[in-house]
């Protein structure tokens, strides 16, 4: 059996103190992977289906093969590991601002690291993801998705210096790392945000908001997360 209680990293950053948990569940009978920046929980492996479906539903917008793809924010790692169950993908870039959390997937601290850190199509980056989505694109390294799990929600922020990314300005510049036909799919903790699909609607020909249900055994009932889908960049 696993430890009640487990604290497997720690560190000082940028953003203030990133520790990543381990602890067993014994109702349920699982152990439960979290991340906490100082006092606020992050994120936990008890939750995991819209990451995953954000790398599925980001893919199912593009067609064809060798896919190259850029993931903003690692995390627990559910959505990067999803990205490399398609064997269409060829690439898959993972940007990520804290050293640590790319650090515990290179350790394989987390259920999903070895795949993402063994897949020969996998590279792990050290960097801003949205100081990356600000900079102009070499013509021949466009991406065909991009898919971003780091804020909360459009409107809830880890941090302020990401507000831009959510204008159409900060759409416009991403969707300039797209190949023409390529798609872009946002992770979010909110319900669906008519304001922000109209935002994605002046940059991409189709947007969906998907909203994706799950159980939720904390509660007995069902919980659910948003997955924003663009697609098709509108000649400018």
């Known amino acids: 059996m696993s430890l009640r209680f487990e604290e497997l990293a720690w560190q000082e ?21 979290e991340v906490k920046l100082g006092d606020e929980f992050l994120m936990s492996s008890l939750f995991p289906v819209a990451e995953i479906e954000l790398a599925h539903l980001g893919l199912a917008a593009v067609e064809g093969d060798a896919l190259t793809v850029v993931v903003g924010g690692l995390g627990l ?75 909360h929600s459009p409107r809830h922020l880890l941090n302020e210096n990401s507000a831009g990314f959510y204008t159409v300005e900060g759409i416009q510049r991403a969707a300039a790392h797209l190949e023409p036909r390529g798609a872009f799919a946002l992770w979010s903790d909110d319900p669906p945000d008519d304001a922000y699909s109209a935002l994605l609607a002046e940059v991409f020909d189709t947007v969906d908001a998907h909203v994706v249900s799950f159980a939720n055994p904390l509660t007995g009932g069902t919980s659910a997360n948003t997955v924003y889908v663009a697609s098709a960049v509108r000649a400018r």
């Open 13 to 33: 950053t940028p953003l203030g103190e990133v520790s990543l948990r381990r602890r067993h569940d014994p109702a349920l009978d699982v152990d439960i992977y």
């Open 77 to 151: 790692g559910y959505t990067a590991e999803a990205v490399l169950t398609h064997e269409r993908v060829s690439s898959m870039t993972v940007v990520d601002a804290l050293d640590a959390v790319i650090d515990w997937h290179q350790r394989e601290l987390l259920p999903v690291s070895t795949p993402i850190v063994t897949d020969a199509r996998s590279r792990l980056v050290h960097d801003d993801f949205f100081a990356l989505m600000r900079s102009e694109p070499a013509s021949d390294s466009r991406y065909d998705a991009i898919l971003v799990d780091i804020d």
